[in-house]
């Protein structure tokens, strides 16, 4: 099993060059999966936790976050970053408490959105915001300084998509100590292309949430950095539940179990893992 300073370091060092493809588990079970296919780092989505919990995205509270982020840092040879929300936290001070309780999870990064969940003003306020991230960069730094710390601009997202005030958001979140910037919505090749050059050399996450977009070749191309999927697995996984489940309701018949992974098969990927007595 690799060691958190381990994983950590495996985890800049990808931040380096390249690009690379950091899809989202819900669960231990489906990272230990997706860490057989081969990719190198993984991240937590808040949407399919909370959905796990049987609560919206951003109803989970800080603690059981925590104690997820743990979980799941310590159930991987990969690197792990926390979809961290906004922080658990309004003020700067908050953030940082939130931060160095998240980096002592043995996470290898975590980001921070500057969205505040009103919809009538659904973004810190620019002063604010930078702040936050400061506070959240001095918290990493103040815990040893190698948590890849990622910050998010949410406007695309939040009804607010205005390209010109996220790159000044993003810019300033570089200015303030971030390792990676992120603006989730963002999908066009001149809306991504602006981004990459505004905050180079700084790396650029991309969320990829829809079918029928851009490949990780033309993402790679654009110069993006790092590719997520946020909760679009989960919601995939949810999507065979549910229509198996209502063709049982309304029709008493099985057929959304066609075709699926044996007990037996399951069994066999997660038996390395088994405890033993």
């Given at each position: 099993?690799?060691?958190?300073?381990?994983?950590?370091?495996?985890?800049?060092?990808?931040?380096?060059?390249?690009?690379?493809?950091?899809?989202?588990?819900?669960?231990?079970?489906?990272?230990?999966?997706?860490?057989?296919?081969?990719?190198?780092?993984?991240?937590?989505?808040?949407?399919?936790?909370?959905?796990?919990?049987?609560?919206?995205?951003?109803?989970?509270?800080?603690?059981?976050?925590?104690?997820?982020?743990?979980?799941?840092?310590?159930?991987?040879d990969v690197p792990l970053n926390a979809?961290?929300?906004?922080?658990?936290?309004?003020?700067?001070?908050?953030?940082?408490?939130?931060?160095?309780?998240?980096?002592?999870?043995?996470?290898?990064?975590?980001?921070?959105?500057?969205?505040?969940?009103?919809?009538?003003?659904?973004?810190?306020?620019?002063?604010?915001?930078?702040?936050?991230?400061?506070?959240?960069?001095?918290?990493?730094?103040?815990?040893?300084?190698?948590?890849?710390?990622?910050?998010?601009?949410?406007?695309?997202?939040?009804?607010?998509?205005?390209?010109?005030?996220?790159?000044?958001?993003?810019?300033?979140?570089?200015?303030?100590?971030?390792?990676?910037?992120?603006?989730?919505?963002?999908?066009?090749?001149?809306q991504i292309r602006a981004i990459v050059?505004?905050?180079?050399?700084?790396?650029?996450?991309?969320?990829?949430?829809?079918?029928?977009?851009?490949?990780?070749?033309?993402?790679?191309?654009?110069?993006?950095?790092?590719?997520?999927?946020?909760?679009?697995?989960?919601?995939?996984?949810?999507?065979?539940?549910?229509?198996?489940?209502?063709?049982?309701?309304?029709?008493?018949?099985?057929?959304?179990?066609?075709?699926?992974?044996?007990?037996?098969?399951?069994?066999?990927?997660?038996?390395?893992?088994?405890?033993?007595?």
């Open positions: 099993m690799a060691t958190t300073t381990e994983k950590r370091r495996a985890f800049r060092r990808l931040h380096e060059r390249g690009c690379f493809v950091l899809p989202n588990p819900w669960d231990v079970g489906s990272a230990r999966y997706l860490q057989t296919l081969g990719f190198k780092a993984l991240a937590t989505t808040s949407a399919g936790f909370a959905f796990s919990r049987g609560l919206p995205d951003g109803g989970v509270p800080r603690a059981e976050v925590l104690a997820h982020v743990a979980e799941m840092a310590d159930a991987v979809d961290f929300e906004g922080g658990y936290a309004v003020t700067p001070e908050g953030v940082a408490e939130s931060v160095r309780l998240c980096c002592a999870t043995g996470v290898s990064g975590l980001s921070i959105e500057d969205s505040t969940g009103d919809p009538a003003a659904p973004l810190h306020d620019f002063p604010l915001a930078v702040a936050r991230v400061a506070a959240a960069r001095k918290a990493i730094d103040d815990a040893g300084g190698d948590v890849v710390f990622t910050a998010r601009s949410e406007g695309f997202v939040r009804g607010r998509p205005d390209l010109g005030e996220t790159i000044r958001r993003l810019q300033a979140f570089v200015e303030a100590g971030a390792d990676c910037v992120f603006a989730p919505g963002i999908r066009t090749p001149d050059e505004a905050v180079s050399p700084v790396p650029v996450n991309v969320v990829v949430g829809t079918s029928g977009g851009l490949t990780v070749a033309e993402l790679a191309a654009l110069g993006v950095r790092r590719i997520s999927v946020g909760g679009s697995l989960a919601r995939a996984a949810w999507r065979g539940a549910m229509a198996a489940a209502r063709e049982i309701a309304e029709s008493g018949t099985f057929g959304g179990f066609a075709d699926l992974p044996s007990g037996a098969d399951l069994n066999q990927l997660f038996a390395p893992h088994a405890p033993r007595g």
